[in-house]
């Protein structure tokens, strides 16, 4: 797969110490890039890239999960002209695995849940971002007629919730590397403050929506914190982000009716939850 956006520049890949001619990798947004046992990617908000270096250059070994290391560069720096390096981990995703990634996740979770709030999270300005706060209702909701169609449902059934939150893991599914004889790799980190079960979730709506999960895998996962209430928000959050950077125009009825299921199970979930049933 051709990349999206041009490889490192030369003064970035002697800054890395890479000897190996960069290769694109498929997948993510089109511009990660391996040279030898490096992984190079465009940075997206510097300060995020920042904390999570040094978070993940501070987390323990764990026999649950593997992690993508960050590497400075030369001047001691995690970014060079806007590119950040880590270590390349061995392992391919596995969609089909989706109990083997939330359980991943869930140790991650773990190994990460006595970090402070980073203040950086105030200043995140994009469609994810959006999405994430109109699903907890920290701003107004804006949609188009697709979303709003979509969106009624949800809205009717969500209610206030009282969980902690902590740092999680927003887009587990596409980014946990499985490899024989190893834990499973967590990658490409997008940083949310959000309820462990939250993240959970998100993984679920997406499995049940776009890998062709069985509808089962709610009710694997339904002692969960939370769990229809999380479901709701979860599919709150992606419908509003795609509705963000797609806009009105760019829904297909395919991807409209691809959330449907999960709608519905979510509904579900979420009045059994509120009726106190099991």
Request: charged fraction near 25%; hydrophobic fraction near 45%.
């Amino acid at each position: 797969m051709k990349s999206s956006i041009a490889g490192p520049p030369a003064a970035v890949l002697r800054a890395f110490e890479v000897t190996e001619a960069p290769v694109a990798l498929a997948g993510g947004k089109g511009g990660t890039w391996r040279a030898g046992e490096l992984i190079l990617k465009p940075v997206e908000f510097a300060a995020e890239s920042n904390w999570r270096s040094e978070v993940l250059t501070a987390l323990p070994e764990s026999d649950d999960f593997r992690v993508a290391r960050p590497v400075r560069a030369l001047d001691g720096t995690w970014m060079v002209e806007g590119w950040e390096a880590s270590q390349f981990v061995a392992g391919a995703e596995d969609v089909s695995r989706l109990d083997d990634v939330l359980r991943a996740g869930i140790a991650f979770h773990a190994a990460i849940a006595d970090l402070a709030r980073p203040t950086f999270l105030d200043d995140r300005d994009d469609p994810w971002s959006f999405g994430d706060r109109v699903a907890w209702e920290e701003v107004p909701l804006r949609a188009g007629s697709t979303g709003e169609e979509l969106l009624r449902p949800l809205i009717r059934a969500r209610r206030p919730v009282e969980l902690a939150s902590q740092a999680v893991h927003g887009d587990l599914p596409g980014n946990v590397l499985f490899a024989d004889g190893m834990p499973p790799a967590i990658i490409d980190w997008p940083l949310y403050w959000r309820p462990p079960s939250w993240a959970s979730a998100v993984a679920v709506v997406d499995a049940l929506c776009w890998y062709d999960a069985a509808p089962g895998l709610v009710l694997r996962w339904s002692h969960l914190p939370g769990w229809g209430q999380m479901l709701v928000r979860a599919l709150i959050y992606r419908i509003v982000t795609d509705e963000a950077v797609f806009g009105s125009a760019g829904w297909t009825s395919g991807h409209a009716d691809a959330y449907k299921p999960a709608i519905d199970a979510a509904v579900r979930c979420a009045e059994r939850e509120a009726e106190g049933v099991e």
